[in-house]
């Protein structure tokens, strides 16, 4: 039949057919976009497998049982959102919508949320506004992503708020919001960047060099990532999804793993340390933007002959 021929495709291939086949874990949850070197933003196609992954790993990881829940202070083209929307509901905690004029205020009101999910930019911002003795209210539990985080970023927080968990979380939109965490300890050093730390449930992390081999603890390399978080790859983008999701070395005979363009390096107290980026890509308040693609953007324009785009900044903070 018709619908059994659907079913049998989206076992092995989902495609057109998906939207009347059998849900499966395989098929897309959500397609976001990110900025694109060649000039055009790219779809990042998410597996409800990778978000299921993420998501049961983080009801064990963070805690929701106390507090009023998470609010939504990023928009939803920012894949940090899937934590502060969806983790509450499956928790059964509220979710607060914040309205983006108020957001920054409502959030230093002070609502003792139960978790926070923020950019090291929001934290700074938050540090300014909010008087150190009302730190400790805010919510239960800060997570923190989107771009590197210095110490220096929290140490309001760790003098003056000691019972909020803080939690430096690493991850690609192409590995499903966050793959690496690590929660700063009390005797942890209060300069210098801190860890990204160590791989979530079913999920592996390799630093390499340029031909594909583990280098040694203490040597960058680059991050690559394997496991259930993996991205089906790019909306309609074959070549550019072969070029970033490639083949695993060490993993099952057709395992991939994605070439993040991260470099990191292996602490040696086993923590995983990010060190910046292979390319000229930049994070801006937790947004990816390839410079290129506004290069091409400027470029399309008759006037322009050529162009050069950097990240400056004018104003320091």
Known sequence: SVSSA?????EH???DGERTAPLRPQHPAY????SGSTGRPKGVVVTHAGMGNYMAWALEAYPLERGTGAPVNTPLAFDATVTSLMLPLLAGRAVTLLPEAEQLERLAAGMGFSLLK???AHVEILTQLVPPERLEGLSGCLVIGGEGLGAGTIAAWRRHAAGTRLINEYGPTETVVGCTTYEVKRGDPTEGPVPIGAPIWNTRVYVLDGSLRPVPVGVSGELYIAG????RGYLNRSGLTAERFVACPF???GSRMYRTGDVARWRPDGELEY???ADDQV???GFRIEPGEIEAALLSHPAVGQAAVIAREDLPG
């Open 13 to 15: 291939d989902p495609g």
């Open 118 to 120: 923020v950019t090291p």
């Open 275 to 277: 060190q910046g980026r």
């Open 283 to 285: 994070k801006i308040r």
């Open 228 to 231: 259930a978080g993996l991205a």
């Open 6 to 10: 659907l079913s049998a495709a989206a």
């Open 251 to 253: 993993g099952t005979p």
């Open 31 to 34: 397609v976001i976009y990110t």
